[in-house]
């Protein structure tokens, strides 16, 4: 008999920094999951701002420390 895997943890935070970073893995990033163009580009944009909002965090958490 095979163990059963958890693939989400119990924890909200753990779950919605797991999504994040699938989010922002860049394997998912060039699948073609969507058909519209229109959505495929609003994710892309997505992506950029949280990559620039985290790169910004990073600058002010050394810049500050």
Do not use: D
């Amino acid at each position: 008999m095979e163990k059963a895997v958890i693939l989400w943890s119990t924890n909200p935070e753990a779950m919605f920094i797991k999504r994040i970073l699938t989010y922002l893995n860049p394997a998912t990033m060039f699948q073609k999951s969507e058909h519209n163009f229109n959505t495929r580009m609003m994710h892309g944009i997505n992506r950029i701002s949280i990559f620039v909002f985290l790169f910004c965090l990073v600058v002010m958490l050394i810049k500050f420390l």
